[in-house]
């Protein structure tokens, strides 16, 4: 055995090369699924280990390794799940180090604010090892402050649509130099109606590029967008049936609308723990928003809040003030619904019930992120009843309705016991009386819901038939409110209301033998089988459990033009719509390769993916469109509602590509930017410096030739980094040279310049003097002969 053995280990036995060999358990194990195994760069995975990042989500381990293979994606996946480092990630890995002059060659849209600056802050979070330098353009802020940063060569833009166009068009930029694309919250951009904008910078960026479109959901104008703008997509879907997160409790409160404000207290009060947990409420409108503001500070209860026209300095405040724990509670609009990251947050309140199932989906997606749990309190009025029948219906679940001894669950829902609204109603109505401005502040609120239920989409027909048929009076108070007493007195109240009886009270006491009583058994004969007939129909109208999704999804003919490679999940067979022909026997009049051949189509499977994906799509049949039409938009400048004429295209411009923006974002703000900076903006025209936005030009003060010095361009006073640095060097150099030339000179040689200084500068201080005095006698010799003549 010994002799098998290699020459370096002459007098090792067997056993001790064994006891040389490390176990299994003694071996360091890698972690196989964690970052370390995407192949990225030192210094990305060193600033995501730092982050605390470990084991990539679903959607990044899905998403990183096809972009990084340069693909155009398409992402969906519910929100909190991980998109933005699934992006972010690969950007850093293509971008790499910073090239000063090259121009911006990442470009993120991000349709809120808040969002925005998220994604800027985890930017240089990954990217602190890199180099990379990031600039923020946002609506709000000053556009000189805009122009300075682009002038700064920014390597990846972070930027909302509206001020980024207004930026390329006021400064005619060339975004040749884009390489990657983001359009975060995809959906989320088109519901708000910057599709024009979109659809104009698309035209303007190179076709070589990467684009990719994060989303919880696939409208079909979003579809219609990847078609036309995007080659060959990948379609990434995780999560497609799942779009709540398994750890978020969620609970429904039937109410009133002038009992949610007392239900709002007893939850903050009661339920929640303020001193531990962070709580944001959503609510209609900002006049909402400013009313509950008044009515926390009466309670002693502080909070911050936030909405669309706040000012940016006072929103990034007060989410400042929320993340940092300074207030446990923050009052919103839908403004934060999308995209926000708020660490720690533990619950959600929906004051008004939202009117779209992926914006509830939204909504309570700011809670229960990265495996943490949470709850999401929804108060809902009578008429937001048939939007929870639609949001049950999108998630493919069934309604809870309270029962006496139903625990608290998932999913329930309930009523409110009308004790715990007196005593809340008494306090709002002692304060109402109290406070002026109060009162004042319930009236605009009341107004505002008012005109908000004008802007508000109606929900599906189906939803409000069912939901008008179905009676609320069975159902019982949700457990969250019940302790012993309220228990004992609901089962009696349930006992109560159970009880029917048999006869009328005509067939009562001395009655039963009048004509009365024959008259109504007679009729309780006749109508036995109608009344059973329609308690069946009922039945079936109140039962939810057996319910399907018919939301509308998009046909196969509109998503004919994509790619598809990555399969997850498949969704079920009733879900999928059915066809009118067997494929598997049908022919057609014309080959499949028809649109091919004439160039009209590309090879993709995208469609056979994408048809089978649970869509939400509301606006998108001819019935919606009408009816999305005749709906009133909010017009800023003039504080009220008015109709989409097309009128207003008076005060737009079409471009090149043929859309349509406003024609403020052309004016001389630009120019004058420059003229005050004395800063001259060029663009060369060749190919080689095309894109090269934001690079600087130097002016020389002396044209050659014949030219008037009036047409010279005016002196330039912001210095590049490099003029900085070529003078403060020069000027080192200056001081070197004057200390060496000191210190070589002997102290004699130096005291007898001194001297001769000194004597010249007596000499000088002499005749000054001298032409002083002799000035002086001169006046007075004029003045003396001038009075002799008078004499």
Not at 51 to 67: H, L, S
Not at 156 to 170: D, Y
Not at 765 to 788: D, I, V
Request: net charge positive; charged share 30%.
């Amino acid at each position: 055995m010994n002799e098998c053995l290699p020459s370096y280990l002459p007098h090792v036995s067997v056993m001790d090369i064994s006891q040389l060999i490390p176990r299994d358990n003694e071996k360091k194990k890698k972690k196989s699924g964690g970052f370390q195994s995407l192949d990225l760069s030192k210094n990305v995975l060193r600033a995501v280990l730092k982050k605390g990042y470990k084991v990539p989500t679903p959607i990044q381990r899905k998403a990183i390794p096809v972009i990084m293979e340069g693909k155009n994606v398409v992402a969906m996946a519910r929100t909190g799940s991980g998109k933005t480092a699934a992006f972010l990630i690969p950007m850093l890995e293509r971008l790499k180090t910073r090239i000063p002059k090259s121009g911006a060659r990442a470009l993120i849209f991000s349709p809120t604010r808040e969002l925005a600056m998220q994604t800027l802050k985890f930017t240089k979070e990954l990217a602190i090892n890199t180099g990379l330098k990031a600039a923020l353009i946002l609506g709000g802020d000053k556009i000189e402050d805009q122009f300075a940063a682009i002038h700064e060569s920014p390597d990846i833009i972070i930027a909302t649509p509206g001020r980024f166009l207004h930026l390329v068009v006021e400064m005619d930029l060339k975004l040749s130099s884009i390489e990657y694309v983001v359009f975060d919250e995809a959906d989320r951009l088109f519901e708000m109606g910057f599709q024009d904008q979109l659809q104009e910078v698309l035209n303007r960026l190179p076709t070589e590029r990467q684009t990719l479109l994060f989303s919880a959901t696939l409208p079909k104008i979003l579809v219609d967008f990847v078609k036309l703008g995007v080659e060959e997509p990948v379609l990434i879907r995780l999560d497609v049936d799942l779009q709540i997160s398994e750890n978020l409790k969620t609970s429904y409160f039937l109410c009133r609308t002038d009992d949610k404000t007392a239900v709002l207290l007893y939850l903050l009060k009661n339920v929640v723990d303020l001193e531990k947990e962070l709580t944001v409420v959503f609510l209609a409108t900002k006049h909402h928003v400013e009313y509950m503001k008044d009515v926390l500070e009466k309670a002693n209860i502080p909070c911050s809040y936030i909405y669309s026209s706040l000012d940016q300095m006072a929103r990034t405040i007060n989410i400042a003030k929320f993340r940092t724990k300074k207030v446990g509670i923050l009052l919103v609009t839908d403004i934060a619904a999308r995209g926000i990251d708020i660490p720690l947050l533990d619950n959600v309140i929906n004051f008004n019930f939202p009117f779209k199932p992926k914006l509830f989906v939204h909504r309570v997606g700011r809670v229960a992120r990265a495996g943490r749990s949470g709850r999401a309190f929804s108060l809902i009025a009578p008429d937001e009843t048939p939007y929870l029948l639609d949001l049950h219906l999108f998630l493919g679940k069934s309604i809870k309705f309270a029962k006496p001894d139903m625990q608290d669950e998932d999913g329930v829902c309930g009523t409110v016991p009308q004790t715990v609204i007196d005593d809340e109603a008494d306090l709002l109505h002692s304060w109402h009386e109290r406070y002026f401005d109060l009162k004042s502040m319930l009236k605009v609120s009341r107004n505002a819901y008012q005109q908000y239920l004008k802007s508000r989409p109606a929900a599906s027909s189906e939803s409000i038939r069912r939901m008008k048929k179905f009676s609320f009076s069975t159902v019982e108070i949700h457990p969250i409110f019940n302790d012993d007493a309220e228990l004992e007195k609901n089962k009696m109240l349930a006992k109560m209301k159970n009880y029917r009886p048999n006869t009328t009270i005509f067939e009562l006491g001395p009655l039963a033998k009048t004509q009365a009583n024959a008259v109504m058994r007679e009729k309780r004969k006749m109508h036995s089988r109608f009344v059973k007939q329609a308690a069946e129909e009922s039945q079936e109208n109140e039962s939810v459990e057996e319910t399907k999704n018919t939301l509308v999804s998009a046909d196969e003919d509109d998503l004919k033009s994509f790619n598809q490679n990555v399969t997850v999940k498949k969704v079920p067979a009733y879900l999928k719509k059915s066809a009118f022909r067997d494929d598997e026997h049908y022919l057609t009049y014309m080959s499949s390769e028809h649109y091919k051949e004439k160039g009209l189509g590309l090879e993709s499977t995208f469609e056979r993916q994408a048809a089978d994906a649970v869509l939400d799509f509301t606006g998108d049949e001819n019935k919606s469109m009408k009816k999305l039409k005749s709906i009133k938009k909010w017009d800023r400048k003039k504080k009220k509602f008015v109709q989409d004429n097309d009128n207003e295209k008076a005060k737009k411009m079409k471009t090149e590509s043929g859309v349509w923006i406003p024609k403020t974002y052309k004016s001389d703000l630009y120019k004058k930017w420059q003229e005050k900076n004395k800063i001259r903006y060029q663009q060369n025209d060749n190919d080689e410096n095309e894109g090269d936005f934001g690079k600087q030009r130097r002016i020389p003060r002396h044209f050659k030739g014949s030219q008037e010095k009036s047409n010279r361009p005016p002196r330039r006073e912001l210095k590049t980094t490099e003029e900085i640095y070529k003078a403060r060097s020069k000027k080192e150099r200056l001081m070197d040279h004057q200390k060496n030339r000191n210190k070589r000179k002997p102290k004699e040689e130096m005291g007898n310049k001194k001297e001769k200084f000194m004597g010249r500068q007596k000499k000088k201080n002499q005749l000054k003097s001298n032409r002083q005095f002799g000035s002086r006698n001169f006046k007075s010799k004029q003045s003396s002969t001038g009075n002799r003549r008078r004499r």
